[in-house]
């Protein structure tokens, strides 16, 4: 059991990473004009998009592999509402894949103000998965 945590957390950890730099790279996109710039930053997020994907998934499989094949916080409050903020994180994810998209076709219509904030959310949700599983407050 220690191998999947471990790897659950390595994996978790590593898309953290993506979802922490993604968002600072639209911030970095809403606000060149340069065209040169602009190409090298969509190419740096669609690779980080796509670097970031798999380590989601196996994020993603490990967690489910110890809440369900160890019984990991079966029925614990906690854990259900750790799952309901992992699942908005993979939402999270596949919006920043419509963002990317949208900054290919070059038509995002956002500030760089947005994807500040945008880019504070994983911050939020980690913070709180944290506290539910070091707490497990109820």
């Not at 499989?61 to 259900?80: D, K, N, R, T």
Request: charged share 10%.
């Amino acid at each position: 059991m220690l191998w999947v945590k471990a790897f659950h957390l390595l994996f978790v950890i590593s898309w953290f990473a993506g979802l922490f730099y993604l968002p600072r790279i639209y911030v970095n996109l809403a606000q060149t004009s340069d065209a040169g710039a602009y190409d090298c930053l969509t190419g740096m997020a669609r690779r980080l998009y796509r670097f970031m994907t798999p380590l989601a998934v196996l994020s993603v499989v490990f967690g489910l592999w110890l809440y369900i094949g160890y019984g990991i916080g079966m029925s614990s409050g906690w854990m259900h509402a750790k799952l309901l903020l992992v699942l908005l994180l993979v939402v999270y994810h596949l919006v920043c894949g419509r963002l990317l998209v949208t900054f290919e076709r070059r038509a995002n219509q956002r500030s760089h103000r947005y994807y500040r904030w945008f880019n504070e959310a994983p911050v939020i949700v980690l913070a709180l998965v944290l506290i539910l599983v070091v707490v497990k407050p109820f």
